[in-house]
T-cell receptor, first 111, second 117 residues
Framework: RKEVEQDPGPFNVPEGATVAFNCTYS??????FFWYRQDCRKEPKLLMS???SGNEDGRFTAQLNRASQYISLLIRDSKLSDSATYLC????????????FGQGTRLTINP | SAVISQKPSRDICQRGTSLTIQCQVD?????MFWYRQQPGQSLTLIAT?????????ESGFVIDKFPISRPNLTFSTLTVSNMSPEDSSIYLC??????????????FGPGTRLLVL
C-alpha cells in the first residue's frame, strides 16, 4: 500500500465549478500535511499547509482528519489558472523530516 | 520564500558518464534535500544533504551512485554517477528556510532535466 494515496484523476471540469480532492495516508507518525501544485514542466509550489482545525485561503479550503488519516482540498469557483497537478504531501518525522508525495491528481479547467 | 537556483537546468549525457548538479539558495536554510521525479511520476526523496557530514540516503539510493556535498548552509551538489538511461529524470533540490523552520515547509528549486542516451 502506498504511503500517500490520492484520487487518480484526471479531473476535467468547467470554469466556475467546485472541485474536491481526497487523499489518505497510512503512516500514523505523519506530523504535518501540505498541498502543493505543480504546473507542467515546473517545480512543485506550496499551495497551503493543512491543519487539524481546517484552513481556508481564498477559494481554497483544506481539511485534515487525523483519526481517519484523510486530507482534502476544495477549490471553489474554479479558474482556468487552477489547471495543474495537485500533490498531497505528508511530512513523516522518524528521527528526521521526510516528505512523502502522493502521485498527484491532474486538474483541467475548461472554458 | 527563498530563491533557489539549480545548474544546469537541463543536460543530455552519454551513458557511463557523471553529472554534478548544483543547488544555490539566496538565504540561510536549515535543511536541504534532493528529489527525483521520473517521467509521469511524483517526487521521490533521494537524500537529505547534511552540512559538514555525510548525506542521509533513502532506501534504494546509495552514496556511490548519488554522492552529495553540502559545504555550507546555502549550497549543495548532487552527482549522478555512471549514468544509464534509467537515470533520465528531473532532479530537484528543496530547502527549509531558516525563518520557516518551525513549519518545516519545503520550497523547491526549478529542477534539472537530465536525459541519458
Amino acid at each position: 500500500r502506498k504511503e500517500v494515496e490520492q484520487d487518480p484523476g484526471p479531473f476535467n471540469v468547467p470554469e466556475g465549478a467546485t472541485v474536491a480532492f481526497n487523499c489518505t495516508y497510512s503512516n500514523s507518525a505523519s506530523q504535518s500535511f501540505f498541498w502543493y501544485r505543480q504546473d507542467c514542466r515546473k517545480e512543485p509550489k506550496l499551495l497551503m499547509s493543512v491543519y487539524s482545525s481546517g484552513n481556508e485561503d481564498g477559494r481554497f479550503t483544506a481539511q485534515l482528519n487525523r483519526a481517519s488519516q484523510y486530507i482534502s482540498l476544495l477549490i471553489r469557483d474554479s479558474k482556468l489558472s487552477d489547471s495543474a497537478t495537485y500533490l498531497c504531501v505528508v511530512n513523516i518525522y522518524q528521527g528526521a523530516q521526510k516528505l512523502v508525495f502522493g502521485q498527484g491528481t491532474r486538474l483541467t479547467i475548461n472554458p | 520564500s527563498a530563491v533557489i537556483s539549480q545548474k544546469p537546468s537541463r543536460d543530455i549525457c552519454q551513458r557511463g558518464t557523471s553529472l554534478t548538479i548544483q543547488c544555490q539558495v539566496d538565504s540561510q536554510v536549515t535543511m536541504m534535500f534532493w528529489y527525483r521525479q521520473q517521467p509521469g511520476q511524483s517526487l521521490t526523496l533521494i537524500a537529505t544533504a547534511n552540512q559538514g557530514s555525510e548525506a542521509t540516503y533513502e532506501s534504494g539510493f546509495v552514496i556511490d551512485k548519488f554522492p552529495i556535498s553540502r559545504p555550507n548552509l546555502t549550497f549543495s551538489t548532487l552527482t549522478v554517477s555512471n549514468m544509464s538511461p534509467e537515470d533520465s529524470s528531473i532532479y530537484l533540490c528543496s530547502v527549509v528556510p531558516l525563518r520557516r523552520a518551525e513549519e518545516e515547509t519545503q520550497y523547491f528549486g526549478p529542477g534539472t532535466r537530465l536525459l541519458v542516451l
